[in-house]
């Protein structure tokens, strides 16, 4: 199978745009393919996933190989592809378009290798990835299957020779800002919801944070006020705290929380809400289905990277699932307008599917 045909479905993929919420037009191109290769059970859930079904010759429990749908980039974004030597530019190519086209490499191998493996092999193309989707679309795939799984396998485009064996926790944060508001000039010296919201962002900027266990906090957007030379009565900004310990990410949320609950006085108040929460989780390093993962990059002379992440894994990794990531290619640019792939890579890591889906039914 030339492995062109799997960068050319990548390239297809990343042409439908599909934000977090909106992946319905790459859900259906997706459905569409699975029943083009006569899979069984394809379907469409209640929480937009996209599955279906390559029947195994025996008895033994299911792998689950899933890449997520959705991208970070609006649905007006400029999706044009750009060439080069042994590079693709395009934003969503990589992080996850090159990942949903995996299934299909992988189905294709296995198919010309004439590969028939010993259970179910089920492909999932999820939503809810990305930005506040809060892993919507794994968490209806686990609800879903469980743990009588061999192992949930999640495909990242841009992780090539990485195994993510670990998931980063993450907390997220809507803290919206009220006051009276008023007249720039005639009510000078009234709070302002904006003035007091990036005086917020100062004292969180200057928490103390871990370098390891590595912890992070990050404002990622925020807006307010109504016009120039009006006191802004109301600011919001949404609020990323990340840790591999889920005992400092609890610890760093509740000071986040005396800080904007000291930060209140009259005519100043704040709401929080939380709008995101990603479990941490992990697999042991002894587990045989990392061993087998381990075993296919070797095979190709690869050392692995054992790394920890924020991915669709952090669902069966809280759940104490067998679970792990995988990459596809090299890249860079990930979340932005520059984002490219490598194509040289993608055979590779298309063969590491194959040799992983085959040795961890062994294992």
């Not at 209140?264 to 479990?279: C, L």
Request: charged share 15%; net charge negative.
């Amino acid at each position: 199978m030339p492995i062109q045909s799997v960068i050319e479905l990548a390239i297809s993929i990343q042409q439908i745009p599909a934000p977090t919420f909106e992946e319905a037009a790459r859900a259906q191109f997706i459905l569409e393919m699975f029943q083009q290769e006569a899979l069984l059970d394809p379907q469409v859930d209640s929480a937009g996933n996209v599955l279906a079904r390559l029947p195994g010759q025996g008895k033994a429990p299911p792998l689950i190989v899933s890449a997520h749908l959705d991208t970070v980039f609006p649905a007006e974004t400029d999706l044009t592809i750009r060439r080069e030597p042994g590079r693709i530019y395009g934003p969503g190519l990589g992080d996850n378009s090159l990942g949903v086209a995996g299934l299909f490499g992988l189905l294709w191998n296995l198919r010309e290798q004439q590969i028939r493996l010993p259970g179910d092999l089920w492909l999932v193309a999820n939503t809810g990835e990305e930005g506040l989707g809060d892993l919507k679309g794994m968490k209806a795939i686990c609800e879903r299957f469980g743990p009588n799984v061999l192992a949930y396998l999640v495909l990242e485009g841009m992780a090539y020779g990485h195994i993510y064996h670990k998931a980063i926790g993450v907390r997220r944060y809507k803290i919206t800002a009220h006051t009276g508001g008023g007249h720039s000039w005639t009510d000078y010296g009234r709070p302002s919801a904006i003035h007091e919201l990036s005086q917020l962002i100062t004292q969180l900027s200057h928490l103390k944070l871990p370098g390891t266990p590595r912890t992070t906090i990050n404002v990622g957007r925020m807006s307010g006020g109504t016009s120039i030379n009006t006191i802004a009565a109301l600011a919001w900004m949404e609020l990323d705290l990340r840790s591999e310990s889920t005992e400092i990410l609890t610890h760093l949320a509740q000071d986040v929380e005396k800080i904007i609950e000291a930060a209140a006085r009259p005519g100043i108040s704040f709401q929080v809400e939380i709008i995101g929460q990603r479990p941490a989780g992990e697999i042991a390093i002894s587990h045989p289905i990392l061993q087998a993962a381990q075993k296919t990059l070797y095979t190709q002379g690869i050392e692995p990277g054992l790394t920890s992440g924020s991915t669709d894994a952090n669902i069966p990794f809280s759940l104490s699932y067998p679970a792990l990531v995988l990459g596809l290619t090299h890249g860079g640019g990930a979340h932005t307008i520059r984002e490219y792939i490598q194509t040289e890579p993608v055979e590779n890591g298309i063969q590491q599917l194959v040799d992983f889906a085959r040795i961890a039914f062994l294992t």
